[in-house]
């Protein structure tokens, strides 16, 4: 079965480029030729030729070319229209050898990653071409037969895929018309310097995790941090989304209307290793009823509703002080590290009022602002917003989850001992392993896995401190590089509380830095413990946990 390529179908017409733009004098020429040439195809043979003698004297024409007219008419007057004076388009006087030197240089070179200038090809043809006593050819030549490749091939053989998918047509559009049905979730760095709410040193860039419906384009909503993109910040974006946001809006201090809540039918995403549908994120959306979509690999115009989200928000953060800009010709001499000056608290405080904002301006698409449409059309279809019956469990569901050995005093997990009554239950029921859920922000207590049910099992320390994985590899970094002997559980939680206490009586860039570097984290990873939210707290990650 042959391609559906432009070049095996028929064309509608064929069409003359210079019918429009032919004179005034010579259309009229033309046009008389033409009725002329009608008239005379209309006799019978035997009698034309007094008919073209007659005709040519009229267009003042020999009868050569009325007769040349003839055999080209075709019942319109375009048909009688020359081909344009000049070599035709896309036609070269090149010599055969220097166009087979131009097309081996600029496959060699030209088409590759390494993404050579046009203009160092154009020097490697010439060399060759003097070498073989050929005439060298210009660079606008070389230029134009570069024009006239396919330029998504050219984009694509050169790794500028992004380019390649701006040039590839993408009709239709993902309509959704009902609210709660479909939800976009994607990640994206935000592009402003935070600083450090204990000392204002600046702590690098925040990811932020955006919620959307795309029915009504309401911000279902969203999570910020300075750890990467992971299932643990997926979680805590979720439970932001489905919890009602009043108490969430009065922590912040922001005075609004975030109606939008409850659980969707569906949540659609890319392809990234923390919406994979057969690890714990799938099995957790699958266990509240939520379909998982996945986006088809390279067609990220699929997910435009997030991504044209997270660009408007992108383009509102470029005015905060300390923001870092698109990119180094647009930051200019502008130094977003010296001009930082909002802490993470105020960045949070920040995007709710743009959510907030978001939802009451009118969007292009729409014609009329987000929330309108969205209590417009949960009017029409009757929808009610009904949170988790239990939240806890509902964020549970999504955190990370390993499985461990038992030994004598429970077992150990980052050197963290964990021991209890749930632990002991296993073991009597000949359990040599134990699997549990863990939340990176706060390991004070981890949720084993008994039978059907999660119980949690407090940490093996006086007091069980709200301790964070960050801190964790951070102590254990520091002992490796002082060559402190092996760590204890004891030893490590220790080491994390005395940290803590340095860092608030000597709150030192050097200090910090020294800690960091022991650690082996970049300073855009780090940031002090803080509150983030009405969902607990909130604390610093230097990578993915899970």
Same mark, same amino acid.
């Given at each position: ?18 019918? &429009? ?70 036609? &070269? ?83 959704? &018309? ?100 057969? /690890? ?22 699929? /997910? ?105 005093? /429970? ?131 230097? /990578?993915?946990?899970?």
């Amino acid at each position: 079965m042959p391609s559906d390529t432009l070049e095996n179908r028929t064309p509608a017409f064929v069409y003359n480029p210079r019918l &429009t733009t032919l004179s005034d004098r010579s259309w009229e020429s033309l046009r008389t030729r033409a009725e002329i040439a009608k008239a005379i195809s209309a006799l019978p043979p035997g009698k034309r030729a007094r008919a073209v003698e007659e005709g040519a004297r009229r267009a003042k024409v020999s009868k050569a070319t009325l007769y040349r007219d003839l055999a080209k008419f075709n019942g319109t007057v375009g048909d009688l229209i020359g081909l344009k004076p000049g070599c035709p388009a896309g036609s &070269t006087k090149l010599l055969a050898e220097v166009r087979e030197i131009v097309r081996r240089h600029l496959e060699d070179s030209y088409l590759r990653k390494e993404r050579r200038s046009l203009q160092s090809v154009v020097r490697k043809i010439r060399e060759e071409c003097a070498a073989r006593a050929l005439p060298a050819p210009a660079y606008s030549t070389v230029a134009r037969a570069v024009t006239r490749l396919d330029q998504i091939m050219v984009a694509r053989r050169r790794g500028e895929d992004s380019k390649a998918r701006s040039m590839i047509l993408a009709p239709g559009s993902y309509d959704i &018309t009902t609210p709660m049905s479909v939800w976009q979730i994607d990640h994206t760095k935000l592009d402003v310097i935070i600083v450090s709410e204990v000392n204002r040193i600046p702590i690098g860039r925040a990811w932020v995790t955006f919620i959307i419906d795309v029915a009504s384009r309401m911000i279902a909503g969203f999570y910020l941090t300075l750890e990467s993109p992971s299932r643990h910040t997926v979680a805590k974006a979720l439970i932001n989304a489905v919890m009602p946001k009043e108490k969430y809006l009065r922590s912040l201090n922001v005075v609004g209307v975030w109606p939008i809540f409850g659980l969707p039918r569906a949540l659609h995403s890319d392809n990234a290793a923390e919406f994979r549908p057969d /690890g714990v994120y799938g099995r957790a959306c699958e266990n509240h009823f939520i379909k998982v979509i996945l986006r088809q690999v390279g067609k990220p115009h699929h /997910g435009g509703h997030i991504e044209r989200l997270i660009g408007s928000m992108m383009g509102r953060a470029k005015l905060l002080p300390g923001a870092t800009k698109s990119n180094p010709k647009e930051r200019g001499s502008y130094n977003s590290v010296k001009q930082a000056r909002m802490s993470f608290r105020d960045v949070e405080r920040w995007l709710a009022e743009q959510v907030i904002d978001y939802h009451s301006a009118r969007h292009s698409t729409l014609g009329r602002p987000p929330l309108v449409e969205w209590r417009e059309l949960c009017r029409q279809q009757r929808i009610v917003c009904e949170p988790p019956a239990h939240p806890d469990a509902f964020y549970r569901d999504f955190l990370p989850e390993v499985s461990v050995k038992i030994g004598r005093r /429970g077992f150990h997990w980052k050197t963290l001992n964990y021991c209890g009554p749930v632990v002991q239950q296993l073991v009597r029921s000949g359990e040599r392993s134990v699997t549990f859920k863990y939340d990176p922000s706060d390991l004070s207590q981890v949720f084993v896995r008994l039978g059907e049910a999660y119980h949690a099992v407090g940490l093996n320390y006086p007091g069980s401190p709200q301790i964070t994985l960050w801190e964790v590899q951070c102590e254990l970094a520091r002992r490796r590089e002082c060559k402190a002997g092996p760590s204890t559980s004891a030893l490590t939680v220790a080491g994390i509380l005395n940290a803590r206490v340095e860092e608030l009586d000597q709150p030192s860039r050097e200090r910090q830095s020294e800690r960091l570097k022991l650690a082996g984290i970049s300073l855009g990873k780090v940031a002090s413990s803080s509150k983030a939210g009405a969902w607990g707290e909130f604390f610093s990650s230097g /990578g993915r946990h899970d």
